[in-house]
């Protein structure tokens, strides 16, 4: 006789916590020298389960691998009890256990499937297998003697029948890892009920978007695992975990991540003993952090955990830890006990609110190899600790506020492969190490304050493949001989210091050939490094912000042919550009900012993301960017351009995401099919000579944030469909031939979105639209999130920056990046008439209204003056009559004033802002009278003028008298928004932001595509 364990599913033996005592799933089978073999009535079941498995093939098949599957020993005429996989009674020789785990199988499962005839089964295991989106039969009931059931990871779908809490006897219960499958309330509440004996139960990935949390209070107390990963419980009515289930006597693992509606409370005592896995990550709200009887679980060996508030001091008498990982919004620093936990191989933690310094314990940690603190707030200097960690391998402390220099015993920790110190605000120079001995691979220490040169020991980590010195100040000259030691380098970074590069003579034998990434933006170039001649496998360069002047030598056409995925050579003084792309896995070329003339050049394989503006390019637009179905941006914007635009480019917006054509010599009509338009953020064609219509299958375009064609000859009637667009931000219709009235909406949402509106220099008719100002939403007030969180128009992430130009205090303005914040409507020179509405009052987010040279009638709304966000208005060449309101004396950021030319009359407002407004604001209204005009008021009205001075309310700081105003936002954080103009020679100002964190060079840098969402940099 042999006695054989049934083997425990494959998962759990990546958690020695979770083997279950293997004596209860040891069975006793007979083979040769059993009492009775198979009974043929079983046997019979089981091969034709396997013929109908076998037969029932699916449409979608998985990938099989090419061990042969147990089934094919199944032998009609032999006895089942020797066939793979099947298991026995050794004196009934009943089948009792059924091992079918990653063997391949497709098919469907049935009501009618022959294993539910096999009543005698204790254990079924067909994890990992494909069943084709079957249901759960709900006669699987008839396996009564069941104790351990695993259809983990087998593409089940549908509901889970109730008829599965009939098998009371389940010790181990895993439907894990079936994405279609779901469960209800209903069903879980009869399972727990019924399931007295359960000490396992996996249902991670099982939807359970109806089960409330507390159905699952009576759970087993035998429980000792427990998952539910990812099940979207209490989503219908959101709910608390149990809190008492921590407390169940024989738990030792429990998971409850990634359940975002359900709130978890920790128990404040009387925690489990035998917990050794604990992982409460992404659930609604953590209510509470650890508490400090955390400290009881002796056992435990695995906690990942997301909450907030302080960590316990008692985190140090987990002695069994061997991993710890944190985040959420834990406040305070690592205390000290930490140096306790001896066992541990790995921590991560990750809460923007962990402060303070790090204590020295931590170089107690003898066992510790991986240490992640990125994306934290720590301050102070880094210890020098690390250096006795004797198996750590990976330190990662980049995003955080160290300070001081960069300890050089770092480089030397002999077991240090991956050191990342970047996004600090490290600075002095990096000191000579001896680096025989390091392992060290990936250095970044990018995004610091380091100055002073590279030091040349540096150049002695033999085994480093990737260094990232960006962002920093570092100077002096660089000799690439020093670099071509490391012979493993596959990627260097230098861009952005005060570098120069000692490159080799032409006849130098200095290569690179194994690069894949080399940045050296910024680093004073004039030519293209002609070590880069054998570099095939590059996939990244980027040279630009340098002086490359003129051609391209003949062998970089062939640099990276197969391999070469993003190029950058902006901001540079190339004059020409080869007439074809011969890179076939090209996804970003980027050559703005440059001096090239002639035509586009052509490609069969046209990259993603094509940004080639502000050049002296001439010709059309090349018919092989049809090839580019799954371009993503395109930006040819500030050339010489001319031709018709392809209209190609409209049918396959289903990729694009920016289409900006300005500032050229297009002429024809705009691309009139928008019908897959789900990716499209931005079309930006003004200052082209384009005609016709607007198309309206724009109002396809779901996603479309900024809609701009001014200043060509396109015609029609104001385009109010599309108003249905969610997202709309930007309408800039301006120096057209649009004409009509504006009608808006009257029951839908009309322009929900819509900050910035520009329709000036048209030719519209009648009245001011009094319900389109009632459906402007977003210009009624802005939220305190908008106001805490600056945000920017477009697309969030990459290359893109919408920029667009607009009327500002009298002058012609280009906004590089459009703040969400500005909120401005310019209606002027147009043919509107009427009376100004007095419902203009309630966009109280008002910067910039623009309502000149019209022919409005009427008085001036005193309404007006609640709109206190106010900078600029201009009401001037129309036929206003009345007084001004006094009202209008609560615009105190007001800065630019237009009244002139209308038919006002009586008294100017005296005091705050209004003293700050020269006679210009108010020419051509004969009745007017009083401060600034020379035109007195009747005897009742005389005061003497004030004194004209500059007004403090205003904020000015520059003599030239434009407005900086600075307001403060943020709840225990001052969070400032600079906003301010600056004249230049020219006398043309220039909207400059200014954040907190400094002013950022208009350089564009490297940044991987995230689902193809880019911005654009001038």
Request: hydrophobic share 35%.
């Amino acid at each position: 006789m042999e006695e054989i364990l049934i083997p425990l599913p494959t998962k759990f033996l990546n958690f020695p916590l979770l083997i279950i005592l293997v004596s209860q799933v040891a069975f006793s089978v007979s083979h040769s020298s059993s009492s009775y073999q198979c009974p043929p009535d079983q046997s019979l079941a089981l091969l034709q389960f396997k013929d109908t498995i076998s037969l029932n093939n699916c449409s979608f098949q998985g990938p099989f691998m090419s061990e042969p599957r147990k089934i094919v020993s199944w032998k009609e005429g032999s006895d089942c009890c020797l066939w793979d996989g099947v298991s026995c009674d050794n004196v009934t020789g009943n089948v009792i256990g059924l091992d079918l785990q990653d063997c391949q199988l497709y098919g469907t499962i049935n009501s009618d499937t022959t294993l539910f005839l096999l009543s005698h089964l204790r254990w079924l295991n067909l994890a990992h297998n494909e069943f084709c989106e079957s249901e759960i039969p709900s006669t699987i009931s008839q396996l009564a003697d069941l104790t351990h059931l695993n259809l983990s990871d087998s593409d089940l779908s549908g509901s889970v029948p109730q008829e599965i809490s009939h098998l009371s006897k389940l010790v181990s219960l895993d439907l894990s890892s079936n994405w279609g499958l779901y469960l209800e309330n209903a069903s879980m509440k009869r399972s727990v009920r019924n399931m007295t004996n359960l000490r396992e139960f996996l249902l991670n990935e099982v939807d359970m978007y109806s089960v409330a949390p507390h159905s699952l209070a009576n759970l087993s107390s035998s429980l000792v695992s427990l998952n539910l990963d990812s099940c979207h419980l209490g989503e219908t009515n959101g709910g608390t975990f149990p809190v008492h289930i921590f407390q169940l006597p024989n738990l030792e693992s429990i998971q409850l991540g990634y359940n975002p509606m359900m709130r978890v409370h920790f128990p404040k005592s009387n925690w489990t003993a035998p917990l050794k896995f604990l992982q409460v990550i992404a659930t609604r709200s953590f209510l509470g952090g650890l508490p400090d009887s955390i400290g009881g679980l002796k056992f435990l060996e695995y906690l990942n955990v997301e909450g907030t508030g302080e960590l316990p001091d008692s985190i140090g008498n987990l002695v069994s830890l061997k991993s710890l990982t944190l985040g959420g919004s834990f406040t305070g620093s690592i205390p000290a006990s930490i140096g306790n936990l001896t066992q541990i191989t790995d921590i991560h933690l990750a809460s923007p609110d962990f402060t303070g310094q790090l204590p020295f314990s931590i170089g107690k940690l003898e066992h510790l190899s991986s240490l992640d603190l990125s994306g934290n707030n720590f301050t102070g200097q880094i210890p020098n600790a690390f250096t006795n960690l004797t198996k750590l391998s990976v330190l990662n402390l980049r995003m955080n506020n160290f300070n001081g220099i960069v300890p050089p015993d770092l480089f030397t920790i002999p077991s240090l492969q991956y050191l990342d110190l970047s996004y600090n605000q490290l600075d002095g120079h990096l000191d000579d190490f001896h680096a025989s001995k390091s392992q060290l691979s990936y250095v970044d220490l990018s995004n610091n304050k380091l100055d002073g040169p590279i030091p040349r020991s540096l150049f002695g980590l033999l085994h480093l493949d990737t260094l990232i010195l960006s962002s920093n100040n570092m100077t002096g000259f660089l000799d690439l001989e020093m670099i071509s030691q490391l012979k493993n380098l596959t990627s260097l970074d230098l861009s952005y210091n005060n570098l120069s590069l000692s490159l080799p003579s032409s006849n130098q034998n200095l290569s690179f050939p194994m690069f894949n990434s080399l940045l050296l933006s910024s680093c004073n170039l004039r030519e293209i490094p002609t070590f880069l001649r054998d570099s095939k496998y590059v996939q990244t360069l980027d040279l630009s912000s340098n002086k490359i002047h003129g051609r391209l030598p003949e062998w970089f056409w062939g640099l990276g042919e197969d391999s070469l995925e993003y190029l950058n050579l902006s901001h540079n003084l190339m004059t020409s550009f080869q007439r074809f792309l011969p890179w076939q896995s090209l996804s970003i070329i980027d050559l703005h900012s440059n001096l090239l003339q002639g035509s586009l050049p052509d490609a069969v394989y046209w990259p993603e993301v094509v940004l080639m503006s502000t050049n002296k390019l001439t010709g059309k637009i090349p018919l092989s960017i049809c090839n580019a179905s799954h371009a993503s941006i395109i930006d040819l914007s500030d050339n010489h351009l001319n031709g018709k635009i392809p209209q190609c480019l409209g049918e396959f917006s289903d990729s694009l995401i920016v289409l900006d054509l300005r500032t050229n010599n297009f002429h024809g009509v705009i691309p009139t099919k928008f019908a897959e338009c789900g990716s499209l953020m931005t079309l930006s064609l003004n200052g082209n000579q384009l005609e016709g219509s607007l198309p309206r299958s724009l109002h396809n375009c779901k996603e479309l944030e900024v809609v701009d064609i001014g200043n060509n000859k396109i015609s029609g009637q104001f385009p109010h469909w599309l108003g249905v667009l969610p997202k709309l931000r930007v309408l800039v219709l301006r120096s057209n031939k649009f004409h009509g009235a504006i009608v808006s909406h009257k029951t839908k949402p009309w322009f929900p979105m819509l900050r910035i509106m520009d329709i000036s220099h048209n030719e519209f008719t009648g009245s001011l639209p009094t319900r389109f100002f009632d459906n402007l939403k977003a210009m009624l007030s802005l939220g305190s999130y908008e106001l805490r969180e600056l945000q920017y128009v477009g697309p969030e992430d990459g290359y893109y920056q919408d920029d667009v130009k607009i009327t500002m205090k009298g002058m012609d303005i280009e906004l590089t990046r459009i703040l969400t914040i500005l909120t401005t409507i310019d209606l002027s020179n147009n043919k509107f008439s009427g009376e100004i509405p007095s419902n203009i009052g309630k966009l109280k987010s008002l910067k910039g209204l623009n309502f000149s040279h019209n022919n409005l009638m009427g008085c001036i709304p005193s309404s007006i003056g609640s709109l206190t966000d106010l900078e600029w208005l201009d009401l001037s060449s129309n036929q206003l009559t009345c007084s001004i309101p006094q009202k209008l004396l609560d615009l105190t950021f007001l800065e630019v004033l237009n009244f002139s030319y209308n038919k006002l009359e009586g008294p100017i407002p005296q005091g705050k802002q209004f003293n700050t407004f020269s006679n210009e604001s108010y020419l051509g209204n004969s009745g007017l009278c009083g401060f600034p005009l020379s035109r007195v008021c009747n005897q009742s009205e005389t005061q003497h003028p004030p004194a004209r001075q500059q007004n403090v309310s205003s904020g000015s700081m520059f003599e030239f008298g434009w407005k900086v105003v600075v307001l403060g936002y943020g709840c225990g954080v001052i969070f400032g928004l600079i906003m301010g103009y600056v004249v230049f020679s020219t006398g043309k100002p220039q909207w400059l932001l200014l954040m907190v964190e400094g002013l950022q060079p208009r350089t564009l840098k490297r940044s991987k595509l995230s689902g193809r969402r880019c911005r654009r940099s001038n």
